[in-house]
Structures are given as C-alpha cells and as structure tokens.
C-alpha cells in the first residue's frame, strides 16, 4: 500500500514551517549509521537549487503508480523520478527554440548559468492528474533575457493551460527603471529565487535581484492558476531602489485568511508616514510585510520597520536574507488568541510580529513589535527557520542551530537547546519531522565539500543521531555542497538537492 504523505511546496506549506507530522517510518531510534544512509545519488542536468517536491501513489501514463519526486535544474528542465529507485519517469525541457539557460549576470550567488532556481508548487487534482507550476529564466539568441510561468503536467510534464506565459509588469511610480510615471519590470534584472506560493487558486512569484546590481526594486506578482493570466501587481520599492525579495529560496508565506508575509531586503524606507503610518511613497525597504489578497489583489495590509532600518540599508544589513515563517495560534497569559509570525535577518535579531498589528514604524525605538530578542542568534540569517511543538530553530551564519521555546505566545530569550556543531555560510536551513508530537527529528545540510546530511533529536538539539560522514569509507557521501539546500523528508526517506542531482536517504534495509 502507497503512503499517502505529499510535499506540494517549499518546506511542506504555505506557512513555511518546514514541518512533516505525519513521519511514521523514521524515528530517533532508527536514525543512525548503521541502519540510515545513502539510498541513490541520481545526476541530472544541472544544479538542483529548488528543493525537490514529492507526491505519493500517482499514476504515470504507460508507467503504473509510483512515489514521484519532482526536481528541478538551473538547466531549465523537470523531472519526475521514481521516489523509491530514482528512475527518471519523465524528463521536460522549459527552454524555447533556440534558448539556453541564461547566464549567471555576473553574480555568483546563482551560478554558472540560472534556469528553474525557486521551489515549484503543485495542485494535485486527483491520484492520476495535477500540475506542477514553475518559473524559467532563459536567454535567446539575440542576447535577450526571459522570464516564464509554466504550468506542466504531473503525469507527463506537458504544458498546460497554454503556457508558458512570458513574465511582463509594470506598476506606477518614478524609482529606478521608470518611464512615463511607470517603473518597468525588466526581466534580465530579476531572478525567481522565492518559492512559489498556490493560495486560493493564485500563483504569486516574488523577485530577487542578482547580487545587488542595479536598477532593480521589489515585486510580486499574481497569476491566475486555471488560465495563466496576470492577476495582480505590486511593487513595494515603487518610488525608490532595491528591496528585493530573497526568503533564503523560502518563498512567500501566507496565514489561514490568505495573508501573504515576506522579509523586504535592503531598499528605499520613506520615514515620512501617513496619518495611517503607512510609508508616504510606498517604499517598504528593510521591512516585515503583510500583504491582504482579497479579490486576488495584492495592496500591503501591515508591516513593521525597525527604527534603524534606513542605516541597516545602507550597510547591507538587512532582513532580506531570512524567511518569514508563520505560527500556529498560540494562548498568551491572559488567554487570548494571538496571531504571529517570526522572522530573522543579518542583524542576529529575532522579530516576532502581531499579524493583527505588526508595529509599523517608530524612528526612536521597536516598542511596538510584538516581541523582539535583540542578539538571540549571535550571527546573520542567510535561511529559513523551522518550527515543531511549540518551539522554533534557526539555524545562523557560522553559528550552531539554535531552539527557542515558546511559553504563552512568547519566545524565550535565550535558546533551551542547541547544536554542539556550527555551520559555515549561509548558516542551515532545517527541516523537521515527527510522528505527531513524538520522534521529532531535525534535519539540516550542511554547505561544505562534502555536503553533509545531519540529523538530530529535535528535542534535544545536543544529541545527534546521525550524519552522512559517520559511515566507513565514504558510504553516505553526495558531493559538493550548495549555498540552499532544504531537505525533504517523507514516507521514510530525506532527499537533498545537490550539485548535479538529487541524493535520497533511508532505511538501508526495509
């Protein structure tokens, strides 16, 4: 009988917590070297920087019903793979006639050439239907540059609902790239770094720059899911410059009332507010965002700004290097409901907002953040936090993964468990599962050469239960390591991107 587990999105779903619950195959007993390892290394086309997708008991034409792992390249393909073996069952190309992936700009950061670089999201229909939706930046043969939103097929990889369709914006404002009261959304300037979110039958794409080369601003953007048409534009550095949307590749997140929450990057911040506190030109730069999507419109709803935002800009010390993840509801001490979600940046702060009335913007003090712990990560967030049973892990630059304790809606201010091992940049992203409230194991990879694949009692950060270079004579091993890499895990196995593929861990004998 199939497991019924799928992973539809970036770090398992819209709320970006990263946490698989319904994990019954591995436990903190099973998790070690001699019976955990290396299933299959499978190389594919390029560099796998989207963190693979899994579907369970779907059905592939001609092929029967398998366990599907959907992965992606910088080489602009999609795969679907036999979960459990690594047999490639479709292979699709998101490339035009005559393109290649485009070059990498002259920015490392996604290199040597950027083709699928965000997680993709799928709608599953049904056990034999579904479609993946995906965006591909490529250049033609004239030099020029592309950006696409594709929706494929699940079961064979063919585009649906008549894409591609080629990625064009503009939004009013005078910032950088305007013309004619207009900024203009150039696609050789952006890459889709953001995982994609699927929220009430909309695709949102958010955009990152590539390094810090200007001219560029803060965009996202809403696509219809059934035809592929350009529902929604906003830009939130409209009358300025930068503000990219980076997420550490965790996408946008969004709460139960189909709110999205993103960190903002270093950019323009009008201190001169409205009488509703609202930045006077709209420039969100260096801020926590909420975003309403009511009738599938994006406008900001709400959003906090610390007070040094404007000199954190300026010296590239900003919140767009982390994830903004959202909360379970949580009882405070009086009993009420609160409604959060956290967020870390370069700073080694962790802000935690009221989604309800996140703080806005004060030039004196942060007083009006719901909480913040000033230092708690004693260096930079270049990832994504997970969360599990009231406590949340963020893992920073050159530092251990770190668990803060939540107690009556508020986080300790001081970690209640940590890793003896540090991690080199980008610092980890972790990943967690559990069967429930029990055998809750975390799971990071660690960007060195080799990469290594570590797991540890997410009760007890100091006990680690397994890494991938434990096993003798280099059994575990999987490559080089990469700047994202985000861990899946479900059904009894992990999959980690890598390099030049796709490497699965399990049970060596089941």
């Known amino acids: 009988m199939m497991a019924q587990t799928n992973v539809l999105t970036y770090h398992n779903n819209a709320a970006r917590t990263g946490l698989n619950s319904a994990e019954t195959i591995l436990t903190t007993s099973n998790v070690n070297s001699t019976s955990f390892g290396k299933l299959f290394l499978k190389t594919l086309d390029g560099l796998v920087d989207a963190q693979p997708l899994y579907v369970s008991g779907f059905s592939i034409p001609g092929q029967g019903t398998h366990n599907v792992l959907i992965a992606a390249t910088e080489n602009d393909s999609m795969y679907a793979l036999d979960a459990d073996s690594g047999a490639t069952l479709w292979h699709a190309s ?80 005078t910032g950088e790239n305007s013309s004619g009261g207009y900024v203009i959304f150039d696609p050789a300037q952006y890459k889709e770094r953001s995982g994609l979110l699927l929220l009430g ?28 048409a350009q529902t929604s534009v906003l830009n939130v550095t409209p009358n300025g410059q930068e503000g990219a949307i980076w997420g550490a590749g965790g996408g946008l997140a969004a709460d139960a009332s189909a709110n999205i929450y993103f960190l903002d990057a270093n950019g323009t911040f009008d201190t001169t507010l409205t009488s509703q506190g609202m930045p006077n030109q709209g420039d969100y730069g260096n801020s926590f965002v909420k975003l309403s999507t009511t009738n599938h419109q994006l406008a900001v709803a709400d959003y906090f700004a610390m007070y040094n935002t404007v000199s ?90 770190r668990a803060f304790q939540f107690s ?103």
Request: proline share 5%.
């Open 94 to 173: 998101l490339l035009e006639a005559g393109e290649t992936p485009s070059d990498n700009r002259g920015c490392s950061q996604v290199t040597p050439q950027i083709g699928v670089t965000s997680t993709p999201a799928i709608y599953l229909k049904s056990a034999t239907a579904g479609v993946i939706y995906a965006v591909a930046m490529s250049k033609d043969s004239s030099g020029n540059y592309h950006q696409r939103l594709h929706a494929l097929s699940l079961a064979t990889g063919k585009e649906l609902l008549g894409g591609p369709v080629s990625i064009q914006a503009k939004f009013p404002g």
């Open 201 to 228: 039958g909309t695709v949102y794409l958010a955009w990152g720059s590539h390094c810090d080369d200007q001219p560029y601003t803060g965009w996202i953007m809403g696509y219809d899911a059934a035809t592929l």
């Open 312 to 401: 954190e800009s300026d010296a590239d010390e900003d919140l767009g290097s982390g994830g903004a993840l959202v909360l379970p509801d949580m009882q405070d001490s009086t009993g009420a409901t609160r409604h959060l979600a956290i967020g870390a940046g370069k700073d080694g702060n962790i802000y935690l907002v009221d989604r309800d009335n996140m703080g806005k913007f004060n030039s004196s003090n942060n007083n009006a953040i719901y909480q913040e712990l000033a230092g708690a990560l004693s260096g930079g967030i270049w990832s994504m936090p997970a969360y599990y049973h009231g406590r949340v892990y963020f893992g920073a630059v050159s530092n251990s993964i």
């Open 408 to 510: 009556k809606a508020l986080l300790s201010p001081t970690p209640v468990s940590l890793t003896s091992h540090t991690f080199t940049y980008p610092g980890a992203t972790p990943s967690i599962s559990s069967n429930g409230t029990t055998n809750g194991i975390l799971w990071v990879v660690e960007n060195t050469t080799p990469a290594v694949l570590h797991a540890y009692s997410a009760d007890n950060l100091a006990t680690e239960l397994y890494n991938s270079t434990q096993a003798a004579s280099g059994r575990d091993q999987f490559g080089a390591g990469n700047k994202f890499m985000a861990p899946t895990i479900v059904n009894g196995k992990v999959y980690v991107g890598t390099p030049t593929g796709v490497a699965a861990f399990g049970l060596l004998s089941q």
